[in-house]
């Protein structure tokens, strides 16, 4: 794991901010954060990474943060453990609401809107960027022309099940031909 204090950071007050216009930012770390990132999420690196938009204010005290995560990232294939890079250009949208509610109860329904958070004294875009990226990597990275293959167990003296025989329409292709075949006998 990587040393957290590395991980970018930029601090926002939102008390710092103006209310009533907005305010731009870019978040491009160097080469120790990316190495930090990478780290962090457990992928071989993250050879570019890139956070930039705006919060805007809503209302008295609510903001809407807008921005653009672009990164190049290099993960272990599934298959091969051979490095794979992907590149991800994802939009981020995020609203802070003074009067959010969290849920209470045992069992809670998940609301629609999953980008409503409750509004901080201090938002760490670092840690957008860093969430953002992580929801955004490839979950099972393949390298081109990785194939899993076939694997095939069975008891000794018994015929193995492969997995062209648990095709729902394997055999229907034989039926086909058979009856295709019948009908040419016919003519």
């Keep these: 794991m990587s040393d957290s204090t590395a991980l970018p950071q930029e601090m926002i007050r939102f008390a710092d901010l103006a209310g009533r216009k907005p305010h731009h930012f870019t978040l491009e770390p160097d080469a120790a954060g990316r190495d930090a990132v990478a780290g962090a999420l457990g992928i071989r690196g993250v050879r570019k990474l890139r956070l930039s ?54 069992e809670v329904e998940m609301p629609e809107d999953d980008a409503t958070e409750p509004l901080p004294d201090t938002l760490d875009l670092g840690r957008v960027m860093i969430e953002a990226l992580a929801l955004a990597l490839p979950t099972y990275p393949r390298a081109p022309g990785a194939q899993t293959g076939e694997a095939v167990f069975t008891e000794p003296g018994t015929t193995p099940l492969r997995d062209e025989d648990l095709r729902p329409f394997a055999g229907l292709a034989g039926l086909r031909d058979a009856l295709d075949k019948d009908a040419g006998d016919e003519d």
């Design 53 to 106: 938009g705006d919060l805007r204010p809503m209302g008295r005290q609510d903001w809407h943060l807008n921005a653009q995560l672009g990164a190049t990232v290099v993960q272990d294939c599934v298959v091969t453990l051979e490095p794979v890079s992907t590149r991800i250009d994802e939009p981020v949208e995020r609203t802070y609401s003074a009067d959010f509610q969290d849920p209470a109860g045992t």
